[in-house]
């Protein structure tokens, strides 16, 4: 690692860690944990919150003998796209700066004061897991550019264990599970009577009720590569679809389980629409790139005082 007298990132919580782990990279709530700077030898949740805010902390330790003062800046990109600094999506904080201030005097360890938040969406497929890039510059210390021989993910590994002001961290999902004793619960049994393998798509909305409680869907059978269907306990918010989109394999019949967590009132109701559909390729003459959707089952149904379906 490059020994600028100055502000220092971690790469990794030690010399046999994984590419990809930083202490150094937070993700916390809307105010910074005093604990981020007084406990520095601790690693803080790394967890993302899919479908809701992250507020993300950098810190770092000045490893100089003056004061030092710098810029905060945290990209987001697939793990893929580590080499290519252009496919990197820049974070902002609450105000729309692209970057966030962080002083220290000489030893002492620092945290960005505003925070930069992250709006990733719906989990991302296992082969493809986001990943959030933090970068310290100052007056003296510009940004650096990825070198162009830096084509693939161990090259890129290679390269910023040598950048001090440089760290990733892979973020880490939340596990699909379902949730051994939910507020509410509802279930349903998916027949596609499918005669090979399939696209299936999968989507949850509520289209009613409160924001910041939470949700969670899972199918008690695994995709064609094995891997869990679902999304994982998430906060959401109200009109945002929750999607998934996988392979899975003919003959495909698995039960379905939708959990709900109101935020506060636990008799809060809320209506959720729940759609289950197959994709397939082509379409007409004019456009065979577009896949064609068919509709399987759509389910209406709130949660609360009540239970109804449609």
């Not at 919150?49 to 490893?63: C, D, E, H, I, L």
């Not at 891997?227 to 929750?242: E, H, L």
């Not at 809060?268 to 559909?277: D, E, N, S, T, Y």
Request: aromatic share 10%.
């Amino acid at each position: 690692m490059a020994n600028d007298p100055w502000f220092l990132l971690r790469s990794q919580l030690d010399a046999a860690g994984p590419a990809g782990a930083s202490p150094d990279i937070i993700l916390g709530s809307s105010k910074p944990d005093p604990s981020y700077t007084k406990t520095y030898d601790t690693p803080f949740n790394q967890t993302g919150n899919f479908g809701g805010n992250n507020y993300v902390y950098v810190r770092a330790k000045n490893t100089g003998t003056d004061l030092a003062v710098g810029s905060v800046a945290v990209y987001a990109a697939h793990l893929g796209d580590l080499p290519n600094r252009g496919r990197w999506t820049e974070l902002h904080t609450r105000d729309g700066r692209s970057s966030t201030n962080i002083g220290a005097a000489a030893g002492d360890v620092a945290v960005n004061g505003a925070p930069l938040i992250w709006e990733p969406g719906s989990p991302p497929p296992d082969a493809a897991p986001w990943c959030l890039i933090a970068e310290i510059t100052g007056d003296d210390y510009p940004s650096v550019n990825v070198p162009a021989s830096v084509t693939d993910k161990p090259g890129f590994d290679t390269w910023i264990a040598t950048q001090s002001r440089l760290a990733y961290v892979v973020v880490k999902a939340p596990a699909v599970v379902t949730v051994e004793a939910p507020t509410f619960g509802w279930q349903r049994t998916v027949d596609l009577a499918n005669q090979a393998e399939v696209m299936l798509s999968t989507s949850l909305t509520c289209t009613s009720g409160t924001d910041g409680g939470f949700l969670s869907y899972a199918f008690d059978k695994a995709d064609s590569s094995g891997v869990s269907i679902g999304v994982g306990k998430t906060r959401f918010q109200i009109g945002n679809a929750y999607s998934q989109s996988r392979t899975v394999p003919a003959g495909f019949n698995s039960k379905m389980s939708i959990t709900y967590t109101p935020a506060a009132d636990e008799d809060a109701q809320a209506v959720f629409v729940f759609q289950v559909a197959t994709e397939s390729g082509g379409g007409d003459d004019d456009d065979l790139d577009t896949p064609t959707q068919t509709v399987v089952a759509s389910y209406q149904f709130s949660f609360g005082q009540t239970l109804t379906k449609t």
